[in-house]
């Protein structure tokens, strides 16, 4: 049994410190993620307490094995009906232009800033691009999920979600270049 | 023509500037460079097996656009042929080779998105969750109500049921009396109307009984007074038989006999 499944099985049983860590410790992808879609952090912080507690709801049925994915799924599906919701009152929500703070664990200040820098840019480059292909991105480069729960999540074959999820990091490699021809040659010391 | 000019000038020959009937002329003399001319239009003829890899570096090196003639793509999704053949071209295309190594590049910084700080008051509210009533009306209500279809079902079920409401209402309560077009609510007036008619009812009741209770009163009254009538009578009629008998004689008693069996009329009108 993984480190995630005993951690479900507690917080099944009723347990009030599994759940926190349980909190702690998807919190920032599912908020990361959200926030990707909405681009407001109001709405973002919404979206996160409602996947919270449907988890919360729907834990004692939930016997699979792929949790990170469960949830992430979850915060896909309920950010685009915010954004479905939004175009339908034909509501201008404040998109924040600032760039987000994303959590880095390295002491050094130079290395942080270098790394600030870098998301930031990364942040700008995939705004430019097409849902779909950003859609892809998110969920098999940043959130690290196999190709074989996306295909299940988006409902596509698993050689098209190859084959679009290289074409999408390509088409942002473009963008990236557009914005900063020397990106190859910047390097940040990697987690 | 000698051997030496023939084979100088074959590559002419097979193009066509020179004629033809020199060239037969020597092949006919010469054995050796009949032979050779033989291998020439032999090896014309694919005697091996067509060389994708070489044809496909052949068209990118002579196409206009060869970084469309390729498409990039990551190592694991490649077969060997078209890695030799990628390979072959990224060491070609200076764009193309700074594509990849940002595309590279990027398989690394694309993760440090994965996380975002979230504000402490929103981890609060996430670990509340625990302690909130899971089936909180309110916020299952938000939630549906955020979804764009459930909006436009529930308005479209309410104005169904409204419309059935008003068709099902009994014709009564728009036809009612003044007191309903004063703008109070149906049901104070139906309170109101139920309360009138018991009123009334009451009223009615009483107002029978008030009647049936004079009408006892009045009969009662006639027949004391019929009483008092007779007792009059009878002693009226008392006392003039004690008298007739005081002042009794035959004839008299005759005439008074024939007097007490005429029926006398009373002062009431009734007779004996």
């Not at chain 1, 926030?35 to 699979?64: M, R």
């Not at chain 1, 409902?155 to 557009?178: C, D, F, H, M, Y």
């Not at chain 2, 079902?153 to 309903?180: K, M, N, R």
Request: contains cysteine.
């Amino acid at each position: 049994m993984t480190s995630d499944e005993a951690l479900i099985q507690k917080c099944k049983r009723g347990d009030h410190t599994a759940w926190e860590e349980l909190v702690r410790m998807y919190q920032g992808r599912v908020f990361a993620m959200a926030l990707q879609y909405l681009h407001n952090p109001d709405d973002a912080s919404e979206i996160t307490q409602d996947v919270f507690l449907k988890v919360y709801q729907q834990l004692k049925s939930f016997n699979g094995e792929y949790f990170t994915a469960w949830i992430l799924f979850i915060t896909r599906n309920k950010a685009i009906d915010r954004l479905r919701w939004r175009k339908q009152r034909s509501e201008t929500q404040p998109i924040s232009n600032e760039e987000p703070e994303f959590i880095d664990s390295r002491p050094d200040p130079a290395q942080e800033w270098e790394t600030r820098e870098k998301q930031g840019l990364l942040y700008r480059a995939l705004k430019k691009m097409a849902p779909a292909k950003r859609d892809l991105l998110m969920l098999k480069e940043i959130q690290g999920l196999k190709f074989k729960e996306i295909a299940a999540m988006l409902g596509l074959p698993l050689g098209t979600v190859k084959s679009r999820s290289n074409q999408a990091r390509l088409e942002l490699a473009r963008a990236v270049i557009e914005i900063n021809p020397d990106y190859a040659q910047t390097k940040v010391v990697g987690k | 023509m000698n051997c030496h000019e023939f084979h100088q000038n074959t590559e002419s020959w097979l193009r066509g500037e020179t004629p033809d009937h020199h060239w037969k002329h020597h092949m006919e003399q010469c054995q050796s460079c009949a032979q050779m001319y033989n291998e020439i239009m032999y090896s014309m003829e694919p005697t091996h097996p067509q060389d994708e890899m070489l044809t496909r570096k052949i068209l990118a090196a002579t196409s206009r656009k060869p970084c469309e003639s390729i498409e990039l793509k990551d190592d694991a999704l490649l077969t060997p042929f078209e890695k030799k053949l990628q390979d072959y071209h990224l060491f070609t295309c200076a764009n193309c080779r700074n594509l990849m190594a940002v595309s590279d590049q990027l398989k690394q910084d694309l993760p440090l998105l994965a996380e975002h700080r979230v504000p402490e008051s929103l981890t609060n509210k996430l670990l509340a969750i625990y302690k909130i009533n899971r089936y909180s009306l309110a916020h299952i209500w938000r939630s549906l109500w955020m979804r764009p279809r459930f909006s436009l079902e529930f308005s479209y079920v309410l104005a169904l049921v409204f419309w059935i409401g008003i068709s099902l209402t009994p014709d009564h309560i728009f036809t009612a009396p003044p007191i309903l077009k004063n703008g109070r609510s149906t049901l104070q007036n139906i309170k109101e109307i139920t309360k009138n008619q018991w009123n009334g009812t009451l009223n009615s009741v009483k107002h029978t009984w008030d009647k049936q209770v004079q009408q006892a009163k009045t009969l009662s009254q006639k027949a004391v007074a019929k009483s008092e009538a007779m007792r009059r009578n009878s002693s009226q009629f008392t006392a003039r038989l004690k008298k007739s008998s005081k002042n009794q004689t035959p004839d008299r008693t005759d005439q008074s006999s024939q007097k007490t069996k005429q029926p006398k009329e009373t002062s009431n009108g009734s007779k004996h």
